[in-house]
Each structure stands twice: as C-alpha cells, then as structure tokens.
C-alpha cells in the first residue's frame, strides 16, 4: 500500500491530521493559500503546497501538489456566511477535474451534518437530505460530483460541529440571549475523533462509503451550554421558552455498526 497520501487543507483540522498521518508512517503534501505557513508545515515534516481553490481557477501548482498520491484528504469547507456568496460548487468542479488528470484513486472528501438540514429525530448516513442553508445545498451538489465519478473512490464523511482546542461553541454564545432551539440536541465531534476516524478509515481501506462523524451523547442544548460556561466561569447563554421540539440526533451508524468507537468525550 502506497504510503504517500495529501492533505488538502492544512489549517485547524488537516494541519493536525498530517501530523499524525506522518507519525503513521505517511509521506504526506500538505496545502495552504499562504507560503508563510511553509516553514510551520516544513517544520513538521509537511511538503507543502501553495494552493488556492476559487471559483474562477485553482492558483498554484494543483499538478505539482498531487504527484506521486494515489489519496488525497480534501479538507477545504464552504466558505458561505455572512454576505459571502462563492460558489463552492464551482471550486469543487475544478479540484475534480485536476484530480482527474492525476494518478489520485482514492479520495476523502469532509462534509457536514448540515446537509441534514432541519430534519426531526434520529438521522443515520441512511437517511435523505435536506439542507436549509446555501453551505448545506452546495455540500449535498459536492457530494453527488464525487458520488458520480467513476475515475477515483470517495469516502465522504458527513462531521458534526467542530470542537477541539481554542475552538468551542461557548465562546462564541456566552451571554447571548433570546437564542432558540435549546431543547435541540447538541451534535459535536472533537477534533482527535475527527482524526481518529479519518486515520481508520485509511487503515481499514473503507472506500466509496458514507460516515457521519458525531460523538454519541446528545444533550439539550441549553443545558449542555449552560454547564460549559460555568466549566470556564462564562456567562451562560440564554434560550427563549418554546415548545419541546425533537430537534436531530445524528448518529454514526456506520462507523460504529463496523465496531468503532469514538475516544474524545465533548464534556469539558
């Protein structure tokens, strides 16, 4: 098995990943839109790549990036809040088309819940989607242009929210009030699990497949935020009074119906 592998994407997540890939005995490209970063990968043992994805072209050497990888971790989220309007899907057709091009046969490609949208109740990898969000339509049209190709295998993860170190949602909800679905259970997946599932999927060969990336323990929102704010001495978040609603549990069927278990508790 080829031990040359691509992180496209080296930032809070990848950056991360290619290290531990590199420990696994990986010889691992890694990308960044900024040859500042070049000595910090470098510095980890990163060959790096100045690379940009837009939706006009992709800036940098893509070609010279994907040499000599037969797996490339594709780790670049949509970047569609606020008054931000790119066309993901338009970038994502033209990393596919260079991937094409390359000898590249296997690829794992980082989605999001999102694409679950406001679903009610328990939700698995077997369930349809419906986004609500532009980020969430777009992840769904990416989806289906990997799904689609015959040239290479994708695995498509779908991760809940990101939490990990300097990165949890109470900070940035912390005296917040009239805030709703606080009966809504919470749906977040810590970084090392984020690794740990990408690094088992590599070693089990789990290719073609579909896996949502969500720790099984699912509390109201409001009282789980409540209690991480008074963990870090913040001021707790407030949730308006509303009817019970389900809400949606996301479950992992599929990487746990293969024996997997998540490591990291998303209690602090």
């Excluded at 009074?241 to 490591?263: A, C, R, Y």
Aim: aromatic fraction near 8%; hydrophobic fraction near 30%; glycine fraction near 10%.
């Amino acid at each position: 098995m080829s031990k040359n592998i691509g992180v496209l994407g080296c930032g809070w997540l990848g950056l991360p990943l290619a290290k531990k890939l590199i420990e696994g005995g990986y010889n691992v490209h890694g990308t960044t839109t900024s040859s500042d970063k070049f000595s910090a990968l470098e510095n980890e043992g990163i060959k790096p790549f100045k690379v940009r994805l837009s939706e006009k072209e992709i800036e940098g050497d893509i070609q010279s990036f994907l040499s000599h990888l037969d797996k490339v971790i594709i780790n670049v989220p949509p970047k569609l809040r606020g008054k931000q309007t790119e066309s993901y899907v338009e970038k994502i057709k033209h990393l596919i088309t260079e991937i094409k091009k390359s000898d590249v046969s296997h690829l794992i490609f980082v989605s999001s819940t999102a694409v679950y949208g406001d679903s009610e109740g328990e939700v698995s990898e077997e369930s349809p989607t419906q986004p609500a969000t532009e980020s969430g339509r777009q992840l769904v049209e990416c989806e289906s242009l990997f799904h689609n190709e015959n040239g290479f295998k994708t695995t498509i993860i779908r991760f809940g929210g990101l939490i990990g170190p300097n990165r949890h949602p109470i900070t940035m909800l912390s005296g917040r009030e009239n805030l709703t679905g606080g009966n809504n259970p919470i749906n977040l997946i810590h970084l090392h699990d984020c690794i740990h599932m990408i690094a088992t999927i590599l070693e089990q060969g789990y290719w073609g497949e579909l896996f949502n990336g969500v720790y099984p323990h699912h509390p109201k929102k409001q009282i789980y935020y409540f209690e991480e704010a008074q963990k870090r001495g913040l001021p707790a978040p407030a949730y308006d009074e509303e009817p019970d609603t389900k809400g949606k549990i996301v479950l992992s069927k599929n990487f746990m119906g293969k024996g997997h278990t998540f490591q990291t508790a998303i209690d602090s």
